[in-house]
Structures are given as structure tokens and as C-alpha cells.
């Protein structure tokens, strides 16, 4: 009977510690941006009208949403005073996102970010700026990797 008892602990042991592995899968080389849940930068009506149908492409769903939010004066300038007021009301909306907005305003409104495509898209290029500043600013609170 004890040699059973020692049996059944040493397979409930060794089972509790490959599922102790699974759950920690230790380094990853997933995209960094995975890592810092940024709450959606855009107007839901806005983001809604973009998306049905879906338009293809990585510029074409960002352009409409900067253009039906009016942070585009024409396709290849941005309305830095829209835009700005937009990620200050974002801040007031959400604890401890100040230093980010700020990285993002300094480094994607006030120069002129570009993020080369193969085509030149203004708003691409900026969503995506604003979206690196972000992230090397997140706080620690949204901080998941």
C-alpha cells in the first residue's frame, strides 16, 4: 500500500510541474506592442463608419478614420490642433496616460514622423508614430508582458 501511495504522489507531482511549464512559457519573441494594452485611440462612430465594409490595405482604414475625425486637413497634412486636442481629451478620459500622450504629441505631431511604406499615407503614418510612442511610455498599470 505505501509503495502505491508513492507511486500516486510522484505522478501528481510530476503532473502538477508539466502543467506549472505549460502555463509559464517563459521568452517569446512576440512584437513588443502585444505587451501594453492601449485602450482604442478611436471614436467608436468614427471606427464604425471605417470599418463596414472593411477598407483593404494598411493605410486606407487608418486614412478614413483621420479624415471622418478631421485630423487631416488634405491627404498629406495632418491637422496637428485636431489631433492634439484629440489625444488631450483620450488623457483626460484615462489614468496615468499623460507622459505617453506627451512622447506622442512631441514625437508624431509637432515633427513630421515617417513610417515608409511603399506608398506615402499621412495618417498611417502617424497612427503608427503615436502608436510607438505609446508603447515606450506605457504605464505600469497597462503593462502585460
Known amino acids: 500500500m505505501f509503495k502505491y501511495l508513492v507511486f500516486v504522489l510522484f505522478v501528481a ?5 508539466l502543467l506549472n511549464q505549460r502555463e509559464n512559457k ?9 505587451c501594453c494594452d492601449i ?14 465594409p472593411k477598407l483593404p490595405g494598411p493605410c486606407n482604414d487608418v486614412q478614413c478614420v483621420f479624415e471622418v475625425s478631421g485630423f487631416l486637413i488634405d491627404v498629406n497634412t495632418l491637422n ?13 478620459n484615462l489614468t496615468g496616460w ?3 500622450v506627451d512622447k506622442a ?8 514622423p515617417r513610417q515608409h511604406l ?3 499615407c499621412k495618417a498611417y503614418d502617424v497612427f503608427t508614430c503615436t502608436g510607438i510612442a ?11 508582458c
Request: glycine share 4%; net charge positive; charged share 25%.
Open 98 to 100: 499623460s507622459v505617453a
Open 118 to 120: 511603399n506608398y506615402p
Open 13 to 17: 507531482v510530476s503532473q502538477a510541474d
Open 26 to 34: 517563459g521568452a517569446t519573441l512576440k512584437p513588443l506592442s502585444v
Open 80 to 92: 496637428k490642433k485636431a489631433y492634439k486636442n484629440h489625444l488631450k481629451q483620450w488623457e483626460k
Open 134 to 144: 505609446m508603447l515606450k511610455k506605457c504605464p505600469a498599470a497597462a503593462w502585460k
Open 105 to 112: 504629441i512631441t514625437d508624431c505631431v509637432d515633427n513630421d
Open 39 to 52: 485602450p482604442e485611440l478611436g471614436d467608436p462612430k468614427h471606427l464604425a463608419n471605417c470599418s463596414n
